[in-house]
């Protein structure tokens, strides 16, 4: 703790009280410091490790800052160079009140509220003083300020306290005529015009006398009023109170100011750029608001344009023909789960179906099968089927007795002896008793064959 505290040239109590704040979850449930505690068998403890948890560049979206800003930065100037470095790597304009956002007071009556236009504009010039940004006024998209970080000063910075702190460049003197004197009323030339009227110093009500005041005359009586010229052409006179603001009703053509559409927004119509013409000044400055808003949140051009090109060609004309109605209602909400990363059921960086929709859709199935089961009712148990009747036994027939046994088969010289002293009576002993086929590899065809006639069918006797 004591060498955090010289390196940040902090008080310990300052440098606990800052690690109390990092190891706590937040209300991401997540914890910035880990701390891992360290204590001997005896009872004294040790230096506690403690360790920044890793990045998840896949899921996390983060700038790397330079080490140099943070120790020669104070605590919302480096917020504010945290937030421009950042969207100046997601090509994301900033705002005054955006900016606002992100500096708030820490103690107080005001604890926790935003801080005013004025302070941060005087905390954005000290930042460009130290040369850590350069702002380019008027020069952003709808005539904004746009940021630039630099990763490095355009001029030495005080890093240490021990080093001579180098004097930075001047900044350039405001106006004479509207000089900025920090509390007063009387905006910069810089900074535009004001958003709203502070009616404690623009319009201050005096109830009392006190000081005097401007007496007016009443418009009754002798004095009337003087009638007034408006000679000035439709541009610079409002609408009558009867008439309505817009294109489309009977009244007359809409006459605010002139439509302003950044390239961005043109780019994501693309899809409907033939239907453009037919519809209202209003509604597509409605809907380049819309396009404005999801940009900012940091959706893709390129995914609105393909959700406005799918929707289009997979859709029927639109009911009346009204089709800026149909791309604020249909063609450009989002359609999914509530991961910022789902498109429809898919997943956009990778076209994968996502998981939380199918997690989704599975219980939803899950859910309306077991509400069928409920709702169908309870059949009756049939009656149990009479038994299958007894089979009778089954009468098997014995096998036909095998053929005697020829005995070992006779040499081609025992064969010839055989049939040469063959008489009839041995033929047909031999087959009777080994029957035809043994008796003709016996004695052979010639001698067998006259004995094997049925002399009761064939109608004679063997010769």
């Not at 009616?199 to 000081?211: I, L």
């Not at 051009?301 to 149909?326: I, K, M, Q």
């Not at 098997?396 to 007795?401: E, Q, R, S, Y």
Request: proline residues 11%; charged residues 25%.
């Amino acid at each position: 703790m004591k060498t955090l505290a010289e390196y940040l040239s902090l008080s310990k109590t300052q440098v606990e009280r800052a690690l109390t704040q990092l190891t706590a979850t937040g209300t991401d449930g997540i914890a910035e410091v880990v701390t891992e505690r360290k204590t001997s068998r005896d009872g004294e403890g040790e230096s506690a490790l403690r360790s920044v948890r890793p990045v998840d560049t896949d899921e996390e979206l983060f700038v790397w800052l330079p080490a140099r800003a943070a120790t020669s930065l104070p605590p919302r100037q480096l917020r504010l160079y945290a937030v421009i470095s950042y969207a100046q790597i997601r090509r994301m304009p900033l705002s005054l009140a955006e900016l606002r956002a992100v500096v708030r007071h820490q103690y107080g009556d005001s604890a926790g509220e935003p801080l005013g236009e004025r302070q941060v504009m005087r905390l954005l010039d000290g930042l460009e003083d130290t040369g850590w940004i350069t702002i380019h006024r008027r020069q952003g998209p709808r005539g904004r300020h746009a940021y630039e970080a630099h990763q490095r000063p355009l001029h030495p910075v005080l890093d240490d306290a021990t080093d001579e702190p180098t004097a930075p460049p001047a900044a350039a003197a405001p106006a004479p005529a509207t000089p900025d004197i920090h509390d007063g009323s009387a905006p910069r030339t810089a900074d535009g015009s004001p958003s709203r009227e502070d009616h404690r110093t623009d319009r201050p009500g005096r109830k009392d006398k006190v000081g005097g005041g401007i007496r007016r005359r009443r418009n009754t009586g002798s004095y009337g009023p003087t009638p007034v010229d408006n000679s000035a052409g439709g541009t610079f006179r409002g609408a009558p109170s009867d008439e309505k603001r817009s294109n489309t009703s009977a009244a007359g053509p809409y006459r605010g100011p002139g439509l302003q559409l950044s390239p961005r927004v043109w780019q994501v119509l693309e899809p409907v750029r033939t239907e453009l013409p037919a519809i209202n000044t209003y509604v597509l400055r409605r809907i380049g608001r819309e396009i404005g808003r999801q940009l900012s949140a940091g959706v893709g051009s390129e995914r609105l344009t393909a959700r406005l090109t799918a929707r289009w060609a997979s859709t029927e004309a639109p009911r009346g023909g009204d089709v800026g109605r149909w791309v604020l209602g249909a063609g450009l909400p989002r359609h999914g789960c509530r991961l910022p990363s789902c498109e429809s059921g898919t997943t956009w960086s990778t076209g994968d179906r996502c998981h939380l929709c199918a997690d989704i859709a599975a219980e939803a199935e899950r859910l309306a099968a077991e509400e069928t089961r409920a709702q169908q009712p309870v059949a009756a148990e049939a009656p149990p089927e009479p038994p299958a009747p007894t089979r009778p036994p089954t009468t098997w027939l014995p096998w036909p007795p095998p053929p005697p046994d020829p005995g070992p088969e006779p040499t081609g010289t025992e064969r010839e002896q055989l049939r040469a002293a063959a008489t009839p009576a041995a033929v047909r002993q031999a087959l009777a008793e080994l029957g035809a086929p043994a008796a003709i590899r016996l004695y052979g065809r010639a001698l067998v064959l006259p004995h094997l006639t049925d002399p009761e069918h064939d109608g004679g006797t063997p010769a």
